[in-house]
């Protein structure tokens, strides 16, 4: 069975009441993780039910400046069979409303939980479809704002396509009776009910229906509203447009997404040429990057990382000769050291406050001219004043490294042989045997270090690579 499998097993034998309350006709994309589980808990089994998420590996992410609701919590599965990841949205309450703010704590999770029903295909409790009907009616209501409303009294139904959806499928799993004594039970007003078993049993829900709707559900939830309906929508519009600002000024730490309570991390694959550091560390990173505040950075010397200003200087290096070709070159690689330095603290940065820094090599100090060492270590003492100053501020900022160092670093190992038919423009297989030895010695001593064979096929070194990194999230 699949750790989702085995975490429901777990969860229906030890007695934890919970409930998947919402979009339960697309279950099935849940246990692909094509979408996100929807739990509500019985708030009296939270210490079990956490217990449980642990013992299945289970890690907990949170968002720290958008997305944050009382009495929601954010879980991650990771399917080591498969290398999914399983987001798991954890209410001990039924936070719901106004995008980004979730303006109301409906009163009726006990009810939902009375009344779940076991799906016996996949072993998850489920919510009633004549219970969600009503509470998709509800959530239709207290998430549109101001201008939705307003556009329902001028004729259009300001209702998201993919709600309209659920509720057209809603309307087929649905029983009249069962829907009226629902009705019943989580409103009061007699008007209320009847406008309700007018929607499903026309099977209908017009723009001019929906006005009435929201005007009753609204007094009839008073007592489930946060703060008044001004101060909501002013806290929604504000968030809303604070993360608009956040994405056009381009933040060096915006941390838009969840991130691990107990910090972050700077993972740092590294390799000769053809060992698919490259590769593997952009797909961590977009693996990574659909759930968890995470970034991807390329930390070689190489072009693909040049400012405006290095551009030219690597062009007029390319094309010199003697001397000043020398001195380009030496220009050339400070720029590239000064440029390093700059990338590694602004990741240092981005870790310390929460985030995943995943990188494509990574600068070392011990073995100077190969394996990402510094270039200009031989003209520190040169007879020629301008490679020595370039050497010694290649020297000044590398001296980075000493401070800053992965919390993880993943070593591809693979022969001289498969890095040559890799990489065929190389014919000296001297060359990558001496890298190869060379990156056997080099030293991570503050880094956890696991070495991974680059020889097997690229998905199943994928899906180990994901395995050691959660590991050590």
Same mark, same amino acid.
């Given at each position: ?23 339960? *006709? ?42 944050? /609701? ?33 303006? /109301? ?37 207290? =998430? ?12 259009? &139904? ?5 709600? !309209? ?49 929201? *005007?009753? !559900?609204? *007094? ?9 309906? !001004? ?7 504000? &968030? ?17 997404? =969840? ?38 950075? /390329? ?35 400070? !720029?590239?050291?000064?440029?390093? *330095? ?132």
């Amino acid at each position: 069975m699949s750790i989702i499998e085995n975490l429901l097993v777990q969860l229906n034998e030890s007695g934890v009441r919970y409930v998947h309350f919402k979009s339960n *006709a697309h279950l099935d994309d849940n246990f692909t993780g094509a979408s996100d589980f929807d739990l509500l808990v019985d708030r009296r089994d939270a210490g079990a039910f956490r217990q449980a998420l642990l013992a299945h590996g289970l890690k907990q992410f949170e968002p720290t400046r958008y997305g944050v /609701y009382p009495g929601v919590e954010n879980w991650l599965a990771f399917d080591a069979d498969e290398g999914v990841l399983h987001h798991f949205h954890v209410h001990f309450q039924l936070a719901s409303g106004l995008e980004l703010y979730k303006d /109301y704590i409906l009163p009726w999770a006990e009810l939902i939980l009375n009344s779940r029903i076991l799906d016996g295909a996949r072993g998850c409790y489920i919510s009633d479809p004549n219970l969600e009907i009503l509470l998709l009616l509800a959530r239709m209501v207290i =998430k549109t704002p101001f201008r939705g409303s307003f556009r329902a009294r001028l004729g259009a &139904l300001p209702v998201p396509d993919g709600m !309209m959806m659920e509720f057209r499928d809603l309307l087929g799993r649905t029983e009249r009776p069962k829907v009226e004594a629902f009705a019943r039970r989580m409103f009061r007003g007699a008007g209320t009910h009847a406008l309700l078993l007018q929607i499903v049993d026309e099977k209908d829900l017009t723009a001019r229906r929906f006005v009435a709707l929201s *005007a009753r !559900m609204r *007094a009839e939830l008073r007592a489930a509203r946060r703060c008044a309906p !001004m101060r909501a929508h002013f806290r929604s519009s504000h &968030l809303k447009l604070k993360r608009l600002l956040d994405r056009q000024a381009r933040l060096e730490y915006p941390m838009r997404k =969840k991130i691990d309570g107990t910090g972050g991390l700077i993972i740092a694959f590294v390799g000769i040429d053809g060992s698919g550091k490259s590769t593997l560390s952009r797909q961590v990173q977009r693996w990574l990057g659909k759930k968890i505040e995470s970034r991807h950075a /390329y930390l070689g010397s190489g072009a693909e990382a040049d400012s405006r200003r290095m551009r030219p200087v690597r062009r007029l290096a390319r094309g010199g000769k003697g001397p000043f070709r020398n001195a380009l070159h030496g220009m050339l690689y400070a !720029m590239v050291a000064a440029r390093l *330095a700059r990338t590694i603290l602004r990741l240092n940065r981005y870790r310390l406050n929460g985030g995943i820094a995943v990188t494509d090599r990574f600068p070392q100090v011990q073995r100077p001219g190969v394996n990402d060492g510094p270039k200009l270590a031989g003209y520190l003492s040169s007879r020629n004043p301008l490679m020595r100053r370039w050497a010694g501020v290649e020297s000044a900022r590398y001296a980075i490294v000493q401070d800053v160092q992965p919390g993880l670093v993943i070593r591809m190992n693979i022969s001289a042989q498969t890095s040559m038919q890799r990489h065929p423009e190389q014919t000296n297989i001297q060359v990558y045997e001496q890298k190869i030895a060379g990156l056997a010695q080099i030293l991570f001593d503050r880094s956890i270090v696991v070495d991974v064979d680059g020889e097997q096929p690229l998905e199943q070194v994928l899906l180990e690579v994901k395995r050691i990194v959660w590991n050590h999230l």
